[in-house]
C-alpha cells in the first residue's frame, strides 16, 4: 500500500531513495563494464571503504539484509556451530530460519540483555560453560546489531568487551550494521573504533534503510575470511551480474558524508519525537532512544485513538504493557515528527 | 572494467539500464509504501502478468536469475531428485552449484541435444529408464531455456512436446526466462502458447539483460506451488525490503511493450552481424542465431586479430575447433554491429 | 574404558547385551536374503508393531536415536518450520544440531516446564502468538520425549492434550522413544494409549538401551508421511544394507514382551535406589522417579566422596544446587542398587 | 525374502554374517565400557589399523557405505566443490544423493574409464581446464572405488598416478573401500601402498560386505582433516551409542587375517565362475574378474533359463549387450559356484 509520508512511521524501509543515489544511478547507466562486480564503481567502493575504516577488507555487495547476515554468519561458523546473539536479534526473530539454512543448520544461542544488548559478562559466562564434546553444537561466533533492535547503540567500550569475551575462546565476532549509519551517527566514533579495533571480524553494512534502493553488503576485516567467499556469494544467488548498480549505491552514500548526515537526521527526528513525548503523561519510553527507533509504552486506548488518526506504525507487545514501535528515516520532516507528537497528545 | 560499448560482446550484462527503467525507478523513489512486496508496484505487475500471460500466476521478484533458478527448481524438486536439462544449461554449468545447494542436494540429470535444445525424445527415454528404487536419485523437474545458452529458442510445439513427456511420469516442468523476451521476440508467439499451455508449471523470468537493472522473478502458473514459497524466499535472502524497485523495472519493462521491443532489437543487431558475417569466407555459425547471440567459429589468428583490435569477447572452445561468442543487447547500435563485422572481415 | 558394571551408573548405554538379542543375532545370521529391509525379519517386526500399536504404520530402522529423531523431525518439518520442545529435550540438548541439519534449518522453539515435561498449555501459548507471516520460522511440529530427560513420563492424557493443542494448529506431533519401553513399562497403558490415540504422528522407538546392540526406528503412524521416507534415509545413509540384523534385534525384544520386562527391571532398580535414598538426610531427587533414571541433589562433598568410593555418574549441575545423574539398566542387579545407595549412604 | 544361499549371486550384501564376528560380538557383550566410540575395543581396533596401514590414522565407524562415503566427501568439499569420480561410481549412482546432500550441494564430476576405472590422464585433463571463477563448482576431491563398481582393482601405481595428477591441484584424494578387502586379496600389496602412499587422504573402509553385520568406517590418513570431523559424524546420526559392537566386528575381522582370508575365498569363487564360463560359448566376461564380482554376457535367453532354474543375480544392461551381475562372498561354496555354472551352460 502506499501512503502519505508524513503519518508512516512503521520502518526506515517504508522511506524512499535520497536524490543523490537515484543521481548515482542514472550516471552508472552509461556505457559498458564488466559484470559481476568486476567494474570500476565496485572497486572505488570498497576503496572508499577501506580508507573509511582505516583497515584493509573485503566487500561483497548482497540484495538484502538477510543475505549478509546469514552469508557473513555461514562463513564464520559450520553446521556444529553455535552464534550467541541477543534474544530478539533480527538474524533470531526476522530472518525465517536464514542463518540455520545458510550454515546447514548452526544454532542461534540467544542471551538475554538490556535495551536490546547482549554484554560481555553474558557473553563470557555462555562461553565458560564447557560445551566441548561431540554432542553440542560449539560456540563459533557472535553477533551483534549495530544500532540495535531495540534503537540503542554499543558503545565502543562495549563493542571491545564482548570482542575480548569471545577472542577469549576463539570465537568470531560479527556484526549486523544493517543501521550502521545511524550507530555511527550517535556515537560520533570513527568507524574503526567500534568494528575490527574492537575485534569484529566480519560486518553487514547496509545502507538500503538510509536512503539507498537495495544496497548492502558483507565486509570482511579479517580478509583470509573472504578467500572463498565469492563462491558462497554465487551459489545463494547473491552476485549481482550488473554489480555496479548496487555500488553505485554504496558510492553516493558515501561521498560527502551523505550517509552519516541522513542517519543523522533519522536520529534527530526520532530525538525529536522523544523530547515531545517527554512531556505528555502516560506515556513513556521502553528504551533510550539512541539511534532512529522508539519503543512507546501506552495504553491501549492512545494507541487505537493514534491509529484512528491515521498513523502507522507496528504494535510492539511488551511485559511492560502495550508499547508501539515508531520509526524515522532520512526522509522524516520536523513536520512529520511534529504532527506525531501531536497526535499522541492528543490520544492520551 | 569500463568500456567502450561499441566494442563490448562479452554478454548483455555489460550493458547499461533503459532510460525507460531509470525513469521508473525515480518515479517509484517517492512517498511511503509499504515494505517485502506489499507496494502498489509489485501488485500491478503482478496484474500485469496476469495479462499478458492471460492465466492465473503467482510472482515472486528475486535478486538475480541464478537466485530465481535455483529457488524455483528447489520448490519443484525435494534433495532426492533429479532435475532434467541440457548438458549445457545454465543451472549446470555457470551457477556453482545453486540448484544443488537449495534443494538439499538435489541433482542434475544432463542430457544432449543440438545447439543448446533438449528434445522431448531424450527426455521420455531418460524417464522410461526405471530408475524408481530407494537408491537412486528420482527424476522430479525439467528444466529448458529459453532462449537457450546456443542463442536459439524452443518452438510452442517443442515446448509442448517436452512438456508432454514430463507430464506423463508426473514431472514438473521449469523454464529459465533469463532471455524470455529475446524468445518471445523471435519466435512471434504469445506468452502463453510457450509457458503454461505447453505445460510450464514455473519460470525464471528477467529482465537484467534486457535493459534493467536487477529484475529477476519466479512464476508460478500452478499456483499451488506458490503456498510455502514466500518462506522458501525470505531465509534465502532474496526478499527486498523495498520491494517497490525491483517491480518498477519490470513495470516499465511492461508498459507499451518495451521488453520485446528491447529484445527484438538485441536480436535484430545479432541477426545482423550474422549477415555480415555470412559473406566472410573461414567464418561459421555454430548454431543458428534466432536470438541475441551468436557463436562463430573462426580461426584462431582471426580470434586474435579481433582482440587486438579492441574487440571484448568470450572464447568458446567447441570439438568443431576456435570459437567466439558474441552477444548484443538492447542498447547495441547497428554502428557497433557493423564496426564488429568489419573487423572480423579485416581480421580473417 | 572398561568397568566394573556394579559401578557404572553413567547411562543405559554403557550396559551391554541381553542374551536374547544375542541369540536373535546368531539366528539370523544364516543364508541369504534380501538387503536394504526387504527381510522376512524386518517384515516380520513390521507386522508385530502394527499388532502391538493396534494400527496401521510403517517402520523405518536406523543407526542411533540422533538420526530417527532428525530424520522423522525432518519429514514433519521444512527449513522455515519449527519444532516445539522441551528445553532439555535431546533434540535441543544432545544432538549437535542433528535436526537442524537434517531439516536444512528448521529452529528449535524451546519450552518451560516442571520435571522435563512440557504442558499443552505451554504448546497453545506459543502457538496462539501470531508468527504468521513470512519473517518468521512457522511451527510445524511438536516434540516430546517419552521417558524425558528427567526420568519422568508423561501421562497418556498429557499426551493427548498436547496433541489436541498441536492439532488446533495443524501442527504434527513426534515422539522421541528411545526409552518408549521406559514409560510404558511405568506406565502400564497400551502403546496405543499414549502414542497415535494421543495424537502422535511420528515416533521414534529405540531398543538400543533397552538391552540391543544399536535398533532404532522410525514409525510412522500416518503412513502418509511415509510415502518418500525410504528417500530420505537413503540419503542420510541410514539404510542398513544388511537389514535383517537391526531388525532381528527388534524381533528378540517384541517376543513374549521382553522388552517391557527388560524395562521394568531397569525401572525397579531405579525406585529401589530412589527408595533408599529417601531415608538418607542431606540428599533429595530433583524429580519424581518414573522411569530408569535418577537426578540427586546431594552435597559436592557427597558428590566426591562417592567418586573416589569408585562410583561412575554424570554430575548434573542445576539451580537448586549439586546434583548427580545416575541410570539404571535392564543389566542392574539389585545388589548394584543396594551398593550404590549403600556408598551415598556412608559418603553423606 | 529368504532364499537358498547356493543359488543368491545377488550381492555379498545378501550373505550372512562370519562365526567370527558373532563370536566377536557376544565376547564385546559383557560389562559396563564408555559409550560413543570411547571403549577399549574401539580404541583395540583404531591401533591395529595403524599397526596395519603403518601409518598414523584416525578412525570413525558409521552405520553404512553410504555414510562412510557422503561424511567422508562431505569433509573434504565445501558445498562449492566437484568430486571427480567414475561415471559409474556407487556415489554417482546408488546413494540417491547422499554425497551431495552432507556436502551441502556439491557436485560430483563423472569420468569415463574401461572397466569401471578412472585414469589418471582423465584427471589431470579434467583438472587441467580452467574452472576456476566463481561461477563453477571447483574440483575439490577425487575419489575412486577399490575394488570397483566393474569388480577390477586399482594397482598402486594407477592410484598413485591418479594421486599426483590430483596433488598437483591441491585436490583431495578419497577411496570407497567398500570391498577393501577383496581388492587387497587380489593385488596382494600392502594396505599402505594403495592407500596413504598413493597419495589418499581418506577412504571408506567397510567389512560389511565381508561377513560382518554392520561395520563401515572412514579413516582419514591425513588426520588434520579428522578434526572436527567428529561433530560432522554425530550430527548426521552416525555415533553410535554402543561404540564397541561396531568395533567388535573390525577386531574380528583384523584378527589373524580374517578379512583377506574371508574376501581371497569371495575372489577365489568368482574366478572359479570366471573359468567355468569360458569354456562356454556366446557367454563371455565384459570385465576382468579381479575381485568377487562377474559381468557377464549372454544371451536374453540363456539369462531367462538361469532365472528359471530359481538363480537369483541383477540383470545390468549394457551397450554391449544383455548383461548380469554375478557376485560371490565369504560364504559362497565352490559347490554353489559350480552350480551356477552348471545351470549357464545348461541354459546356454
Given at each position: 500500500?502506499?501512503?502519505?509520508?508524513?503519518?508512516?512511521?512503521?520502518?526506515?524501509?517504508?522511506?524512499?531513495?535520497?536524490?543523490?543515489?537515484?543521481?548515482?544511478?542514472?550516471?552508472?547507466?552509461?556505457?559498458?563494464?564488466?559484470?559481476?562486480?568486476?567494474?570500476?564503481?565496485?572497486?572505488?567502493?570498497?576503496?572508499?571503504?577501506?580508507?573509511?575504516?582505516?583497515?584493509?577488507?573485503?566487500?561483497?555487495?548482497?540484495?538484502?539484509?538477510?543475505?549478509?547476515?546469514?552469508?557473513?554468519?555461514?562463513?564464520?561458523?559450520?553446521?556444529?556451530?553455535?552464534?550467541?546473539?541477543?534474544?530478539?536479534?533480527?538474524?533470531?526473530?526476522?530472518?525465517?530460519?536464514?542463518?540455520?539454512?545458510?550454515?546447514?543448520?548452526?544454532?542461534?544461542?540467544?542471551?538475554?540483555?538490556?535495551?536490546?544488548?547482549?554484554?560481555?559478562?553474558?557473553?563470557?559466562?555462555?562461553?565458560?560453560?564447557?560445551?566441548?564434546?561431540?554432542?553440542?553444537?560449539?560456540?563459533?561466533?557472535?553477533?551483534?546489531?549495530?544500532?540495535?533492535?531495540?534503537?540503542?547503540?554499543?558503545?565502543?567500550?562495549?563493542?571491545?568487551?564482548?570482542?575480548?569475551?569471545?577472542?577469549?575462546?576463539?570465537?568470531?565476532?560479527?556484526?549486523?550494521?544493517?543501521?550502521?549509519?545511524?550507530?555511527?551517527?550517535?556515537?560520533?566514533?570513527?568507524?574503526?573504533?567500534?568494528?575490527?579495533?574492537?575485534?569484529?571480524?566480519?560486518?553487514?553494512?547496509?545502507?538500503?534503510?538510509?536512503?539507498?534502493?537495495?544496497?548492502?553488503?558483507?565486509?570482511?576485516?579479517?580478509?583470509?575470511?573472504?578467500?572463498?567467499?565469492?563462491?558462497?556469494?554465487?551459489?545463494?544467488?547473491?552476485?549481482?551480474?550488473?554489480?555496479?548498480?548496487?555500488?553505485?549505491?554504496?558510492?553516493?552514500?558515501?561521498?560527502?558524508?551523505?550517509?552519516?548526515?541522513?542517519?543523522?537526521?533519522?536520529n534527530?527526528m526520532a530525538s525529536?519525537v522523544?523530547?515531545?513525548?517527554?512531556?505528555?503523561?502516560?506515556?513513556?519510553?521502553?528504551?533510550?532512544v539512541?539511534?532512529n527507533?522508539l519503543?512507546?509504552?501506552?495504553?491501549?486506548?492512545?494507541?487505537?485513538?493514534?491509529?484512528?488518526?491515521?498513523?502507522?506504525?507496528?504494535?510492539?507487545?511488551?511485559?511492560?504493557?502495550?508499547?508501539?514501535?515508531?520509526?524515522t528515516?532520512?526522509?522524516?520532516?520536523?513536520?512529520?515528527?511534529?504532527?506525531?507528537?501531536?497526535?499522541?497528545?492528543?490520544?492520551?
Open positions: 500500500m502506499s501512503h502519505d509520508r508524513d503519518f508512516d512511521f512503521r520502518s526506515d524501509n517504508v522511506a524512499c531513495v535520497a536524490p543523490e543515489v537515484l543521481t548515482a544511478l542514472a550516471d552508472a547507466a552509461r556505457g559498458s563494464v564488466s559484470s559481476y562486480g568486476e567494474d570500476p564503481i565496485t572497486q572505488r567502493v570498497e576503496a572508499r571503504l577501506k580508507e573509511l575504516f582505516d583497515h584493509e577488507l573485503s566487500l561483497f555487495t548482497v540484495a538484502t539484509g538477510t543475505a549478509a547476515n546469514a552469508l557473513a554468519l555461514a562463513q564464520l561458523t559450520p553446521g556444529w556451530g553455535s552464534v550467541l546473539c541477543h534474544k530478539e536479534a533480527h538474524i533470531a526473530t526476522d530472518e525465517c530460519g536464514a542463518p540455520e539454512f545458510f550454515s546447514s543448520g548452526a544454532k542461534l544461542a540467544p542471551l538475554d540483555g538490556a535495551h536490546g544488548k547482549i554484554t560481555a559478562e553474558a557473553v563470557a559466562a555462555h562461553l565458560a560453560r564447557d560445551t566441548r564434546g561431540v554432542h553440542h553444537s560449539q560456540p563459533m561466533a557472535i553477533s551483534i546489531s549495530q544500532s540495535t533492535e531495540a534503537g540503542t547503540c554499543y558503545t565502543p567500550d562495549e563493542v571491545a568487551a564482548i570482542g575480548a569475551a569471545g577472542a577469549r575462546h576463539g570465537v568470531r565476532f560479527h556484526m549486523d550494521g544493517a543501521r550502521f549509519a545511524n550507530a555511527l551517527a550517535s556515537l560520533r566514533c570513527s568507524p574503526a573504533e567500534v568494528t575490527w579495533q574492537a575485534g569484529v571480524d566480519a560486518m553487514s553494512f547496509g545502507v538500503t534503510k538510509n536512503g539507498a534502493m537495495a544496497a548492502e553488503a558483507i565486509i570482511f576485516f579479517d580478509t583470509a575470511l573472504a578467500e572463498d567467499f565469492g563462491y558462497r556469494r554465487k551459489r545463494a544467488g547473491h552476485l549481482f551480474s550488473k554489480g555496479r548498480f548496487a555500488a553505485a549505491q554504496f558510492d553516493a552514500q558515501l561521498t560527502g558524508g551523505l550517509w552519516l548526515r541522513l542517519a543523522a537526521h533519522a534527530a525529536r522523544a523530547q515531545g513525548l517527554a512531556a505528555i503523561p502516560g506515556v513513556a519510553l521502553l528504551h533510550p539512541e539511534a527507533e519503543f512507546v509504552l501506552m495504553p491501549d486506548a492512545v494507541i487505537d485513538g493514534l491509529e484512528k488518526a491515521g498513523f502507522l506504525f507496528y504494535r510492539w507487545p511488551t511485559e511492560e504493557g502495550p508499547c508501539i514501535r515508531l520509526v528515516a532520512f526522509d522524516t520532516e520536523p513536520a512529520h515528527a511534529d504532527g506525531l507528537v501531536a497526535a499522541i497528545r492528543a490520544a492520551a
